[in-house]
């Protein structure tokens, strides 16, 4: 209920209601209204004090951050209207109070408070926040075969490990810039690699080294927009060191693949866990067409295109990811590239994670096509709706232009005219006219 009043009340209806709250309070400033036009303004003014209360309320109910919410420009100007408009118009002050230059100012200050808020009303609404920078210290697990659970570790310890690894799963996250440049050239790798894998998502791909056989994942995550968390694997047979700047919780005893080595199981495990985060986004965003398939076709709501277009974007981006990682999965179930410690014998299971891929691939094309055909769906009603409008206005506007012209061609009065026409005549012969045209257009169907 408070979602749907929200929604309501949005910036531009609370744009325009500030802008008739100005209208009503100048109104009886600049003009000598009769006392009923001044009480309907009088009215008027708190029933949009009282929706100005009720936006500020319910928006301050569903505030994820109360304390950012209370501190937004907006929103104070929202307080301080509703604050100086209970100054001037609470029914206990007198008249005499009522006229005095303080309150006068005070109603000038509530104008202008109105005028403001009438222009934040067109104001273009604001982007969505950028994800911080990593900060604080970087978080360290380790996790050894046979092991239950990860273990924390300290930044040290990654360093050393990373110039002598020992058959372990290490994961750091949380990391800064120069902690990327201290992590490559411990472990071997130029830092130009680990910067371009950990800042360019959505690009999987897979380059073989020396000592380290990089595999680059976008681990995606659903919240008010879905965002996609680079992670950068440095596999060889017996050990994984996975990178990824924000907190992100990966490592867990893989339950998969017993018979690999455990580099490739972890790696594989880590592509198996993208597989199941990219299931769920897609499970979901096939909720919210299906949503969206219910509404009926001729009463879209106006946030219908920002829904599918936040949709076709989210789809877009996900059918490239899968389309990215099908392509890795199946060079990998060829041969034509490889993991440390994997050999034919292991193509199947490759080729089984690289099907689900294409499943996964499939599926989100297909909740894509069908976004394409709800937006084409509304846009054909929409323009049916609007030509239909257009015919009405195109029949009233001719019926309306025989009387125009046989006035103008007759003149203001027919008394002392030159015709010998009486107004009845007159009258009787526009509205055969009227009706011969109306005729015309019920023949061709535009009243149906």
């Known amino acids: 209920m408070l979602a749907r009043v929200h929604a309501l009340l949005n910036e531009s209806v609370m744009g325009f209601l500030a802008l008739a709250a100005m209208a009503v309070a100048l109104a009886p400033a600049l003009f000598t ?44 100007l929202d307080l301080v209207i509703v604050v100086a408009a209970l100054a001037s118009l609470l029914p206990v002050v007198s008249d005499v109070a009522r006229s005095t230059p303080a309150l006068r100012m005070l109603r000038l200050f509530q104008v202008l408070f109105f005028g403001a808020r009438a222009g934040g009303g067109l104001r273009r609404p604001a982007a969505p926040p950028a994800r911080p920078a990593p900060a604080g210290p970087p978080q360290v697990r380790v996790l050894r075969p046979g092991d239950a659970s990860p273990r924390a570790g300290e930044w040290s310890d990654l360093l050393r490990w990373a110039a002598a690894p020992t058959s372990d799963w290490v994961h750091a996250s949380n990391l800064a810039p120069e902690r990327l440049q201290e992590v490559a050239s411990a472990s071997g790798v130029p830092h130009v690699m680990v910067e371009a894998a950990l800042h360019e998502s959505s690009y999987p791909r897979i380059e073989a080294g020396a000592r380290w056989t990089a595999l680059t994942l976008s681990v995606p995550a659903w919240g008010e927009a879905v965002h996609r968390d680079p992670v950068l694997l440095l596999v060889s047979e017996r050990d994984v060191l996975s990178l990824a700047l924000h907190p992100l919780e990966l490592q867990e005893p893989p339950a998969e693949f017993e018979a690999l080595p455990w580099g490739p199981r972890c790696a594989l495990h880590i592509v198996r866990h993208v597989l199941g985060r990219n299931e769920e986004i897609a499970g979901r965003l096939e909720r919210a067409v299906r949503g969206l398939e219910e509404l009926p076709a001729d009463e879209s709501p106006e946030s219908f295109f920002e829904q599918t277009f936040r949709l076709k974007r989210a789809l877009s981006a996900a059918k490239g990811d899968l389309w990215r990682l099908r392509g890795l999965l199946e060079m990998l179930a060829d041969g034509r590239r490889t993991l440390p410690g994997l050999g034919d014998s292991e193509s199947a299971v490759l080729r089984e994670l690289s099907e689900e891929a294409d499943f996964l691939y499939e599926t989100v094309d297909d909740i894509r096509e069908a976004v394409l055909s709800l937006i084409d769906l509304h ?41 010998a026409v009486t107004l009845g005549q007159v009258a009787f012969g526009t509205f055969v006219l009227m009706l011969g045209v109306l005729y015309a257009f019920m023949a061709k169907g535009w009243l149906r």
Do not use: K
């Open 33 to 76: 209204l009769p006392p009923v036009i001044e009480a309907a303004c009088d009215a008027a003014g708190w029933t949009v004090v009282a929706l100005f209360a009720l936006e500020y309320a319910v928006g301050f109910a569903l505030a994820a951050d109360r304390s950012a919410f209370a501190r937004d420009p907006w929103h104070v």
């Open 379 to 419: 846009i054909n009603i929409a323009a049916h709706d609007t030509n239909r409008f257009m015919r009405i206005l195109a029949m009233v506007s001719a019926l309306a232009l025989i009387p125009a012209i046989v006035g103008g061609l007759l003149g203001m009065n027919i008394i002392d005219a030159p015709w």
